[in-house]
C-alpha cells in the first residue's frame, strides 16, 4: 500500500490469560510455513522484555510480498483505537467451551482480545498462502490479506480475526475491515447456521475508531470467526500454479488427515476419494444456498471452502423478488455469480480444484495425468448434478411438504410449477414459502375465501405490473389442481393432518431472513444503538422460524418480517469492504 512507512522493530501485542483457550495448531506444526520468519514471533520475545519489540523489522509481518514453498506466514495484528464489544454469539462461544458471560463480564478486556490489540497465552497468529481464479481469471497468489488465525482451538476450530491488519498478502488493501461489511459477516454465518445452511460461524464482532478509506471514509469493525478450517480450493490452486506438486502432496494429505478421516489412505487414489468428498460436500452446500434463497455474490475459487462452507460474506444476498437472474454483487456486471448460475459456477470451481489434485495421482506429478485418472476425475466431477438435484430436491420437498418417498418427479409437476409463477410475479420468495405452510388447511377445509385472501396476500408481495387476472387464476389453479391433490396422494386428507403438516412446513421455511434491506437497516441503527445488532442476532438465529418471539423482540420482528421498503428494493453491495 503506497505511502506506508515500517519500522525496523515489530512491536508484539501484550499476552493475556483471559478467555482460557488450548491451542494445537496442526497446520502451523505439519505445513511448511513462510521463511522469511522462520519462528513464530512471541517464541523472539525475550521473556524479561519490557518493550513487546522484537528486532524483526514490520515488512516482514506487513509489507506485500511473494510467497514461496509455503502455505502460510507468521502475522502480527494491527493495534486498533478504542475497540468496543458490541456482539457475542452464544453459540459461536460455545463452539469454544465459552459463553457470551465470559466476553461480558469485562468487555474492555474482550473488545482488546478480539480485536487483536491483546494476544491470547499461547497463541501464534498466521495467514494464509493462496491463490484463485476471480470472476474466472487467474489472480495469481492472493492469501490472507486482512484476516489473520489466532490458533486451532482444542485442534478442531481455527480462529480468525477479520480486519486485523495487514499481512504479507495484503497486495494494495490496508488489511482492515469496515463496520458495514463486519456487521453482515457477523450476522450472516449465525443465521445460515440456523437456516441449516453448511458455513462457517461467527464469534464476536469489536467496533474500532479507525477510519478506514473506502469508497468514503467509513469506521473499522473486527470480526472475529470460526471454522473446522479454512483451506480453499486456491490453497492447491496457487503452489500447482507454481508446479510445487510436493507442497499441493503436503496440503493434501493434511486435509484428508484432519477433515477427511473416512478417506483411507489408498495409495495415490486416495486424491480422487478427496475430490469426489469435496464434490459431495459443494453440491450440498450449493443445494442449500437455492433452496434458501441465498445468492453468495463472489464464487471466486478462493472463496471456496474445501469442507463445504460457506464462507468470505461479502456482497451477499437472499432473494427477496424470486429472479432466477438476479444479481446481488454490482461488481459483477456480467452476472457471472448471478442466483441461478452457482451450481454451474460450483461446478466450475471444482474443475479448478481436480487440476492440482488430479497430477497427484500416479508416481510422476509432473507429467500430464493418465487416461485412467482422467475418467476417475471425470468420473467425479460428473457426480456433482445429481448430487447436487437430490440434495435441492430433498430441500424444496420438506419446504413444501412433499413426502419424498410418494413422487419422484415432485420437482417437475409440483416445485417448479410454483416458482414459475413466482418468479412471473417477482413474488416475495421468503414470504411465499413461509406463507406456503398456511396452504394445507386452507385446502384441507376447502376455505374457498381463505385461498383467494392467500392469494391476495402473495399479489400483494409481488410487482404489481406483473400480476393480473390471469396470474391470480394460474395461482389458484396450482394449489386446487396440483397442490392439492399431491398432498392427497400422501395422506394429507383432513384438517388433522393438514394442521400437522403446515407445522412441520414451519420449520423448513423461516419467518425471520437476512434480507439485504434488514442487514442495512440493523447496520443504520448499530451507530446509535449497537445492543440492536444481537437483538438481530437472537431474532435471526433463536428465533428464525417463530410467529412468537419474546416482548423484546416484538417490534423487530413484525418489521423484518413484512414488505420490503421502497428504499430496500434492489440493493445490492459491491466486494469493497
Given at each position: 500500500?503506497?505511502?506506508?512507512?515500517?519500522?525496523?522493530?515489530?512491536?508484539?501485542?501484550?499476552?493475556?490469560?483471559?478467555?482460557?483457550?488450548?491451542?494445537?495448531?496442526?497446520?502451523?506444526?505439519?505445513?511448511?510455513?513462510?521463511?522469511?520468519?522462520?519462528?513464530?514471533?512471541?517464541?523472539?520475545?525475550?521473556?524479561?522484555?519490557?518493550?513487546?519489540?522484537?528486532?524483526?523489522?514490520?515488512?516482514?509481518?506487513?509489507?506485500?510480498?511473494?510467497?514461496?514453498?509455503?502455505?502460510?506466514?507468521?502475522?502480527?495484528?494491527?493495534?486498533?483505537?478504542?475497540?468496543?464489544?458490541?456482539?457475542?454469539?452464544?453459540?459461536?462461544?460455545?463452539?469454544?467451551?465459552?459463553?457470551?458471560?465470559?466476553?461480558?463480564?469485562?468487555?474492555?478486556?474482550?473488545?482488546?482480545?478480539?480485536?487483536?490489540?491483546?494476544?491470547?497465552?499461547?497463541?501464534?497468529?498466521?495467514?494464509?498462502?493462496?491463490?484463485?481464479?476471480?470472476?474466472?481469471?487467474?489472480?495469481?497468489?492472493?492469501?490472507?490479506?486482512?484476516?489473520?488465525?489466532?490458533?486451532?482451538?482444542?485442534?478442531?476450530?481455527?480462529?480468525?480475526?477479520?480486519?486485523?491488519?495487514?499481512?504479507?498478502?495484503?497486495?494494495?488493501?490496508?488489511?482492515?475491515?469496515?463496520?458495514?461489511?463486519?456487521?453482515?459477516?457477523?450476522?450472516?454465518?449465525?443465521?445460515?447456521?440456523?437456516?441449516?445452511?453448511?458455513?462457517?460461524?461467527?464469534?464476536?464482532?469489536?467496533?474500532?475508531?479507525?477510519?478506514?478509506?473506502?469508497?468514503?471514509?467509513?469506521?473499522?469493525?473486527?470480526?472475529?470467526?470460526?471454522?473446522?478450517?479454512?483451506?480453499?480450493?486456491?490453497?492447491?490452486?496457487?503452489?500447482?500454479?507454481?508446479?510445487?506438486?510436493?507442497?499441493?502432496?503436503?496440503?493434501?494429505?493434511?486435509?484428508?488427515?484432519?477433515?477427511?478421516?473416512?478417506?483411507?489412505?489408498?495409495?495415490?487414489?486416495?486424491?480422487?476419494?478427496?475430490?469426489?468428498?469435496?464434490?459431495?460436500?459443494?453440491?450440498?452446500?450449493?443445494?442449500?444456498?437455492?433452496?434458501?434463497?441465498?445468492?453468495?455474490?463472489?464464487?471466486?475459487?478462493?472463496?471456496?471452502?474445501?469442507?463445504?462452507?460457506?464462507?468470505?460474506?461479502?456482497?451477499?444476498?437472499?432473494?427477496?423478488?424470486?429472479?432466477?437472474?438476479?444479481?446481488?454483487?454490482?461488481?459483477?456486471?456480467?452476472?457471472?455469480?448471478?442466483?441461478?448460475?452457482?451450481?454451474?459456477?460450483?461446478?466450475?470451481?471444482?474443475?479448478?480444484?481436480?487440476?492440482?489434485?488430479?497430477?497427484?495421482?500416479?508416481?510422476?506429478?509432473?507429467?500430464?495425468?493418465?487416461?485412467?485418472?482422467?475418467?476417475?476425475?471425470?468420473?467425479?466431477?460428473?457426480?456433482?448434478?445429481?448430487?447436487?438435484?437430490?440434495?435441492?430436491?430433498?430441500?424444496?420437498?420438506?419446504?413444501?411438504?412433499?413426502?419424498?418417498?410418494?413422487?419422484?418427479?415432485?420437482?417437475?409437476?409440483?416445485?417448479?410449477?410454483?416458482?414459475?409463477?413466482?418468479?412471473?410475479?417477482h413474488t416475495d420468495y421468503s414470504f411465499a414459502m413461509r406463507a406456503l405452510c398456511d396452504v394445507p388447511l386452507l385446502l384441507a377445509r376447502n376455505d374457498t375465501v381463505g385461498l383467494e385472501q392467500h392469494i391476495d396476500a402473495l399479489a400483494a408481495r409481488s410487482d404489481c405490473t406483473r400480476v393480473n387476472?390471469?396470474?391470480?387464476?394460474?395461482?389458484?389453479?396450482?394449489?386446487?389442481?396440483?397442490?392439492?391433490?399431491?398432498?392427497?396422494?400422501?395422506?394429507?386428507?383432513?384438517?388433522s393432518s393438514a394442521l400437522a403438516l403446515g407445522v412441520g412446513m414451519r420449520l423448513a421455511n423461516p419467518r425471520h431472513v437476512l434480507r439485504n434491506w434488514v442487514a442495512q437497516d440493523i447496520i443504520d441503527r448499530s451507530d446509535s444503538d449497537a445492543a440492536s445488532i444481537d437483538q438481530a442476532l437472537e431474532?435471526?438465529?433463536?428465533?428464525?422460524?417463530?410467529?412468537?418471539?419474546?416482548?423484546?423482540?416484538?417490534?423487530?420482528?413484525?418489521?423484518?418480517?413484512?414488505?420490503?421498503?421502497?428504499?430496500?428494493?434492489?440493493?445490492?453491495?459491491?466486494c469493497s469492504s
Amino acid at each position: 500500500m503506497s505511502g506506508t512507512s515500517f519500522s525496523q522493530t515489530t512491536k508484539l501485542p501484550p499476552t493475556t490469560a483471559s478467555f482460557p483457550l488450548h491451542f494445537d495448531d496442526s497446520f502451523t506444526r505439519d505445513l511448511p510455513g513462510d521463511l522469511v520468519v522462520p519462528t513464530a514471533p512471541y517464541d523472539l520475545l525475550p521473556a524479561d522484555s519490557e518493550s513487546g519489540e522484537i528486532p524483526v523489522p514490520q515488512t516482514k509481518f506487513r509489507a506485500s510480498r511473494q510467497v514461496r514453498g509455503a502455505l502460510w506466514s507468521w502475522a502480527v495484528p494491527t493495534q486498533h483505537e478504542s475497540p468496543k464489544l458490541v456482539g457475542v454469539s452464544p453459540s459461536g462461544a460455545q463452539l469454544l467451551g465459552l459463553t457470551s458471560d465470559d466476553f461480558w463480564r469485562d468487555p474492555l478486556v474482550a473488545a482488546a482480545v478480539w480485536s487483536g490489540n491483546l494476544r491470547l497465552s499461547g497463541s501464534h497468529p498466521w495467514a494464509h498462502c493462496y491463490g484463485g481464479h476471480q470472476f474466472g481469471v487467474w489472480a495469481d497468489q492472493l492469501g490472507d490479506g486482512r484476516a489473520i488465525s489466532l490458533g486451532q482451538v482444542n485442534g478442531s476450530w481455527e480462529v480468525q480475526l477479520k480486519g486485523a491488519g495487514r499481512t504479507p498478502y495484503s497486495r494494495f488493501a490496508d488489511g482492515y475491515a469496515v463496520r458495514r461489511s463486519s456487521v453482515r459477516e457477523y450476522l450472516a454465518a449465525e443465521h445460515m447456521c440456523a437456516l441449516g445452511v453448511p458455513t462457517s460461524r461467527s464469534l464476536s464482532l469489536v467496533f474500532t475508531d479507525r477510519v478506514v478509506e473506502r469508497e468514503e471514509p467509513e469506521l473499522g469493525a473486527v470480526v472475529a470467526r470460526l471454522a473446522p478450517s479454512w483451506v480453499r480450493f486456491g490453497s492447491f490452486e496457487l503452489p500447482a500454479s507454481r508446479g510445487d506438486f510436493s507442497l499441493v502432496r503436503k496440503l493434501a494429505d493434511y486435509v484428508i488427515r484432519h477433515h477427511f478421516a473416512e478417506l483411507a489412505f489408498d495409495g495415490s487414489g486416495v486424491y480422487i476419494h478427496l475430490l469426489q468428498a469435496v464434490v459431495e460436500r459443494t453440491a450440498a452446500m450449493v443445494a442449500a444456498w437455492q433452496a434458501a434463497g441465498f445468492c453468495h455474490g463472489v464464487m471466486n475459487t478462493d472463496n471456496m471452502s474445501v469442507l463445504g462452507l460457506t464462507i468470505d460474506y461479502g456482497p451477499y444476498a437472499f432473494l427477496d423478488a424470486y429472479d432466477p437472474d438476479f444479481i446481488c454483487n454490482h461488481s459483477d456486471p456480467a452476472g457471472r455469480y448471478a442466483f441461478s448460475e452457482q451450481p454451474r459456477v460450483a461446478l466450475w470451481n471444482l474443475v479448478k480444484l481436480a487440476g492440482p489434485l488430479s497430477r497427484l495421482v500416479g508416481q510422476n506429478p509432473d507429467e500430464d495425468a493418465s487416461p485412467e485418472t482422467l475418467e476417475a476425475v471425470t468420473k467425479a466431477l460428473n457426480s456433482f448434478g445429481a448430487m447436487f438435484s437430490s440434495k435441492y430436491a430433498e430441500l424444496m420437498r420438506r419446504r413444501f411438504g412433499l413426502a419424498s418417498e410418494n413422487d419422484s418427479d415432485d420437482m417437475a409437476t409440483v416445485v417448479q410449477p410454483l416458482l414459475d409463477l413466482l418468479e412471473r410475479g417477482h413474488t416475495d420468495y421468503s414470504f411465499a414459502m413461509r406463507a406456503l405452510c398456511d396452504v394445507p388447511l386452507l385446502l384441507a377445509r376447502n376455505d374457498t375465501v381463505g385461498l383467494e385472501q392467500h392469494i391476495d396476500a402473495l399479489a400483494a408481495r409481488s410487482d404489481c405490473t406483473r400480476v393480473n387476472k390471469e396470474w391470480r387464476g394460474d395461482m389458484h389453479t396450482f394449489f386446487v389442481g396440483v397442490y392439492g391433490p399431491r398432498l392427497t396422494k400422501q395422506g394429507v386428507i383432513d384438517e388433522s393432518s393438514a394442521l400437522a403438516l403446515g407445522v412441520g412446513m414451519r420449520l423448513a421455511n423461516p419467518r425471520h431472513v437476512l434480507r439485504n434491506w434488514v442487514a442495512q437497516d440493523i447496520i443504520d441503527r448499530s451507530d446509535s444503538d449497537a445492543a440492536s445488532i444481537d437483538q438481530a442476532l437472537e431474532l435471526l438465529t433463536t428465533h428464525a422460524f417463530d410467529d412468537a418471539v419474546p416482548e423484546h423482540l416484538k417490534d423487530m420482528a413484525e418489521r423484518y418480517a413484512g414488505p420490503v421498503p421502497k428504499w430496500g428494493e434492489g440493493l445490492q453491495c459491491s466486494c469493497s469492504s
